[in-house]
Nanobody, 127 residues
């Protein structure tokens, strides 16, 4: 069974940091682009960041540029999201995703085409 499992969420004060992990099992994702999305209560799912299968290229939403860093370890089948200088507006459920195409991850119109999703982890930033 293929699974993406997020971890590392929690409660943090504004200005703090968290590191999310997304471990894959059931198959190798070394040739898949990986990404992170988030959904705040009452809001739509938003793209956060994506990384190509080589790790050589990354894409970020404007709202997190300079604060968040996506990385991957293909040997561990894991992708990470380092979140610094957190703000209350970063509060959301964070989901990891995987797809053969980084364009599918970054395109707003392709969400339903994304191959794999995790179950989500809650991040709460207090003011």
């Amino acid at each position: 069974q293929v699974q993406l499992v997020e971890s590392g969420g929690g409660l943090v004060q504004a200005g703090g940091s968290l590191r999310l992990s997304c471990a894959a099992s059931g198959r190798t994702f070394s040739n898949y682009a990986r990404g992170w999305f988030r959904q705040a209560p009452g809001k739509e799912l938003d793209f956060v960041a994506a990384i190509t299968w080589t790790g050589g290229s990354t894409v970020y939403a404007d709202s997190v540029k300079g604060r968040f860093t996506i990385s991957r370890d293909n040997a561990k089948n894991t992708v990470y999201l380092q979140m610094n200088s957190l703000k209350p507006e970063d509060t959301a459920v964070y989901y990891c995703a995987a797809d053969l195409s980084v364009a599918t991850l970054t395109s707003r119109g392709s969400r339903r085409s994304i191959g794999y999703w995790g179950q989500g982890t809650q991040v709460t930033v207090s003011s």
